[in-house]
């Protein structure tokens, strides 16, 4: 008989992920009395949430305190999605009247960091429910990191290996190795969203929409008080401070610990953050000679400057209608959209380390075909990189586009036009937030689609964040144990009927 290998530890992970989701919904009560909005729909979403998680908690404390990669691939998945549906309960309890469809697709888009919204009027949400978005994409942005730099890189995924903290991880000491990581990037995290909002004050925010605002910042995340986005605020100095936060919320945290462990120079020295800030001056110079020369578009370097920042790194934030700007202007940020930012950042899409080692691959293969005796090694950042790594972001870069050709073909089934489904699609697997055209574009909202077309984008939301894993990588890292479990099923399911007549 085959013995399964316990979930406890993934249950019981979960159930403190519950509890500190049902604790953070409390904050938003403090606000419901200041502002006078007080009802009971977070204070009984909180206590929903609590029990549930002390429950997972309770029942799992025997747990054996250790993650292999298969429950680590589990833990990750339902994390995302437990704490969706947890998070729209105060949406669904609202007195706003959320359907639980459009209360998920908020809550999904909130923890992923899309910045996607259903909400047409935000003037005129409640101040809580304003504030409680802004927490679930702060508590995103910070379990993205986390799990980008602890968890991808053990379970091989898309080559996120070549983040590895040290050399000695392993599958057993993921959850120890995690704490002590963990622990030094919430005070990271913590400490530029306080910064953050301290400027955004100084330079004229009142304090709530500065807290709030300062979350889905540094989380880039891009959810916003106002339906113009930051745009609402006109002020140029603002835009200047919240690209720079963005601008440091997308670099590799794992380079912020570096240089608190001394290392002064990471910043300069790190490739991939040269590659992204090389990629938004070429990005901003190109937009800007194109609307120089079109004379049916006006060219404004203000907003070409903070809509190239704010789309790359997949935050969302607006100050302009850039669909209005033409056709090829649409092209340069669906492939931002597609490019993203830094790995171990909150920033979204492919990740420019992958366009990196497959353009160093291409050019491998090219001078291999020119000079055939020629010994080339494939380097990055000056260390070699060796064919699994390489095989693994290939593999990974074919899944991604697969999947969005996927998302598109099954929006349009719902009755969308080629702009919406095409740029929806764009805009939840690379978890940015707004879309292109007239429904969903940079003013717009997802309000008016249909209920069926938010759930496939929801699927895609949480597809883009868990980095597109496939079964392959289960398959490929399985131990021994697992394997015989698995060909023992298999021969019951295939061969159990047909071994009497095969024999």
């Not at 500190?20 to 419901?32: R, T, Y």
């Not at 802004?134 to 990191?145: F, N, P, R, S, T």
């Not at 990196?356 to 950042?381: H, T």
Request: proline letters at 3%; a positive charge.
């Amino acid at each position: 008989m085959c013995i399964r290998d316990s979930y406890k530890t993934v249950f019981f992970t979960l159930g403190i992920l519950q509890i500190i989701l049902g604790i953070f919904m409390l904050i938003p009560i403090f606000v419901q009395f200041f502002f006078n909005e007080i009802d009971s729909s977070f204070f009984g979403a909180s206590i929903i949430t609590i029990i549930f998680g002390t429950l997972f908690f309770l029942s799992n404390l025997d747990h054996d305190k250790k993650l292999n990669l298969q429950q680590a691939f589990l833990l990750t998945a339902l994390s995302w999605l437990s704490i969706a549906i947890f998070g729209s309960l105060p949406l669904i309890f609202s007195e706003v009247n959320f359907s639980f469809t459009n209360a998920f697709f908020e809550s999904m888009s909130g923890i992923t960091t899309t910045g996607s919204t259903i909400i047409p009027n935000l003037e005129e949400m409640p101040k809580a429910i304003l504030l409680w978005r802004a927490i679930l994409q702060w508590l995103g942005g910070i379990g993205i990191i986390v799990m980008a730099i602890t968890l991808m890189p053990i379970m091989n995924v898309g080559g996120m290996q070549l983040f590895k903290i040290s050399n000695s991880d392993s599958s057993e000491k993921i959850l120890p190795k995690s704490k002590e990581i963990a622990l030094r990037l919430i005070y990271i995290y913590s400490g530029l969203t306080a910064l953050c909002a301290i400027s955004y004050k100084i330079l004229g925010m009142n304090t709530f929409d500065s807290i709030t605002h300062s979350m889905t910042t540094i989380a880039t995340g891009g959810f916003s008080n106002y339906n113009e986005s930051i745009g609402f605020f006109n002020s140029f100095s603002i835009e200047i401070s919240a690209m720079i936060f963005i601008i440091l919320g997308s670099l590799p945290f794992i380079a912020y610990i570096k240089f608190l462990n001394g290392n002064r120079r990471i910043f300069f020295s790190d490739i991939q953050i040269r590659t992204f800030l090389k990629i938004i001056l070429i990005s901003i110079l190109i937009l800007s000679i194109y609307l120089f020369l079109d004379k049916s578009s006006e060219l404004n370097f203000r907003t070409v400057l903070f809509n190239v920042i704010s789309i790359l790194t997949g935050t969302g934030y607006v100050n302009a209608q850039f669909d209005n700007w033409g056709g090829f202007p649409l092209i340069i940020f669906i492939g931002l959209m597609f490019i993203g930012g830094c790995a171990g950042s909150t920033t979204c899409g492919i990740k420019i380390f992958r366009f990196q080692i497959l353009y160093s691959f291409v050019l491998n293969q090219l001078k291999k075909i020119i000079y055939p005796k020629g010994i080339f090694v494939l380097k990055y950042n000056q260390s070699p990189v060796d064919d699994k790594f390489t095989a693994s972001i290939i593999s990974f870069i074919y899944m991604y586009l697969v999947i969005f050709f996927v998302i598109t073909a099954l929006l349009s089934l719902t009755g969308l036009d080629f702009i919406t489904s095409i740029s929806g699609a764009a805009t939840s697997i690379s978890n940015v937030g707004p879309g292109l055209g007239s429904t969903i574009g940079p003013n717009g909202n997802f309000s008016s689609l249909p209920d069926i077309s938010k759930w496939i984008l929801s699927f895609g939301m949480i597809l883009g964040r868990l980095e597109s894993v496939s079964y392959t990588h289960l398959r490929a890292h399985e131990t021994p144990e697992h394997r015989v479990c698995r060909r023992r099923r298999e021969k019951k399911k295939g061969g159990g009927g047909g071994g009497g007549g095969g024999g």
